[in-house]
């Protein structure tokens, strides 16, 4: 089972950038696949992003072209590299894992890193 633990939030203003760090520990990281999710107060949780096992990432509309997701498995970490921050971007962070066995997904969820965005 994996732990995960998320870091690198914080205050920026709109325009700024920030980013955030998960780290893995407890079981083999590239088994598994990785992804960003976000809930802003009042809203439901998004993904934002994700990145496979083997490194091909997909976007949320809402932040494709601001937001690149990586992996570096050597050091069992993903990365949300944040540029052009909105105040919409305002949210608490999550970073998931998933793997796949047989026909089950098991999801495990950091506990999240508030992000703020705001003049």
């Known amino acids: 089972q994996v732990q995960l633990v998320e870091s690198g939030g914080g205050f920026m203003q709109p325009g700024g950038s920030l980013r955030l760090s998960c780290a893995a520990s407890g079981s083999i990281f590239s088994f598994y696949a990785m992804g960003w999710y976000r809930r802003a107060p009042g809203k439901m949780r998004e993904l934002v992003a994700t990145?496979?096992?083997?490194?091909?990432?997909t976007y949320a509309d809402s932040v494709k072209g601001r937001f690149i997701t990586s992996r570096d498995n050597a050091k069992s970490a993903v990365y949300l590299q944040m540029n052009s921050l909105k105040p919409e971007d305002t949210a608490v962070y999550y970073c998931?894992?998933?793997?796949?066995?047989?026909?089950?997904?098991?999801?495990?969820w950091g506990q999240g890193t508030q992000v703020t965005v705001s003049s």
């Open positions: 990145i496979s096992r083997g490194g091909t990432t």
């Open positions: 998931n894992a998933r793997i796949t066995t047989g026909e089950r997904d098991y999801d495990y």
